[in-house]
């Protein structure tokens, strides 16, 4: 719509595109309005629907995904998390251990991070584990230690989320909801954190295509929920003899033209080896990466999981060092 639309010009356009069977997906850019329409309606011309009043364009979006794509909002999608305006100028950066395991280890985590300049704390306390035998997470008891991390460090917590049986339960003690790799494609998942308006970080299958994870995506926003973060965590290739996943950094400059929401960086689970960490961490950054997302744990060599790609917490806070100055080499806050 254009900027001078009356509120009377957009309900007309919605009762337009509604009258033809299609639902009408409003979403307020700067300044601007913009209707998506979604469902299977009656073919509808885009000239007619340009000429109505207050309508600046109205475009065909060929893309397979509407509301992630740039057609549908030019414009970043930015949010506010914690004191960081999430798509903006300003980096985030997460950081915490793969799994809460206790109190001490989570407080010391969170308190170090924070010390180190990290915005938000992460921590699985429901694990999506390759063996039925693995530690799967200490469950509530986790969430527990999580919201109080938070409250002794300001630090807002990222924590996933496995089943939408319990995506009411996690938004109780999370800020934010992770979708890990492995349930990228979990469609029921996919439908209930979209339901929960809850701000979301979906990982990329490690197996998905750029396509399918903005397909993925697609299936949060249709709820109206718009605060999605997309991760890339590496991929599978051919080789994984010398690392664990190979880091897909082409994903994120395509993906910041190709999707207005904001993109986070994971170097941990892509290259999974702690001492190769720190350069990939200032790769993502350099690819133009929203943020990052790192594992960090007091000490590593016991962590009940991902602690070959765990930081030290004293290697987390040289490595920050390091990313102010890749920030600012391409001019991002932080
Ligand atoms: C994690 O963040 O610890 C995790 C399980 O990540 P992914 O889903 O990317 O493997
Ligand atoms: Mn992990």
């Known amino acids: 719509m254009q900027p001078e639309a009356t509120p009377s010009d957009i309900n007309n356009v919605i009762a337009a ?15 601007m309005t913009v209707i998506g329409l979604q469902g ?38 930015t949010f506010q998390l914690g004191d960081i305006t999430v798509g ?21 985590a969170a308190h170090a ?24 997470g200490m469950g509530e008891a986790g969430l527990k230690l999580l919201a ?38 979990n469609y029921d998942l996919l439908n209930a954190v979209g339901e929960s308006q809850k701000p979301v970080l979906l990982k990329r ?17 249709k709820y109206g929920n718009n605060r999605v973060m997309l991760c890339e965590r590496g991929i599978r290739t051919f080789d994984n003899k010398y690392s664990r996943n190979t880091f897909d950094i082409n994903a994120i400059p395509l993906l910041k033209e190709l999707t207005h929401l904001p993109i986070i960086a994971d170097p941990s689970h892509a290259i999974g080896v702690r001492r ?30 991902d602690g070959d790609q765990s930081l030290t917490l004293k290697q987390f806070a040289e490595l920050m060092v390091k990313v102010r100055a890749m920030a600012a080499a391409v001019g991002r806050k932080i």
């Open 205 to 221: 299958g490690m197996s998905a295509t750029i396509e399918d994870l903005l397909m993925a995506t697609e299936y949060i926003l």
């Open 276 to 305: 190769h960490v720190a350069p990939m961490a200032l790769a993502g950054v350099a690819a133009g990466a929203d943020g990052l997302i790192i594992e960090t744990h007091p000490d590593p060599d016991k962590a009940v999981s």
């Open 40 to 77: 299977q309606g009656q073919p509808l011309d885009p000239f007619h629907l340009g000429q109505l009043p207050g309508v600046r364009d109205a475009v065909a979006i060929t893309q397979k995904f509407k509301i992630a794509s740039r057609a549908f909002r030019p414009e970043n999608t």
């Open 88 to 108: 903006s100028d300003e980096l985030l950066v997460i950081a915490g251990p793969c799994s809460v395991e206790s109190r001490e280890q989570l407080l010391e």
């Open 148 to 185: 109080e991390a938070r409250e002794a460090t300001g630090l807002p917590i990222v924590t996933e989320v496995m089943s939408p049986k319990k995506v009411a339960l996690v938004a109780i003690y999370a800020d934010v909801l992770q979708i890990g790799a492995r349930n990228m494609q």
């Open 17 to 31: 595109v509604e009258s033809k069977g299609w639902q009408a997906h409003v979403s307020q850019g700067s300044g």
């Open 113 to 136: 991070v924070k010390e180190a300049g990290a915005h938000f704390l992460r921590g699985g306390a429901f694990k999506p584990r390759t063996s039925p035998y693995a530690f799967q």
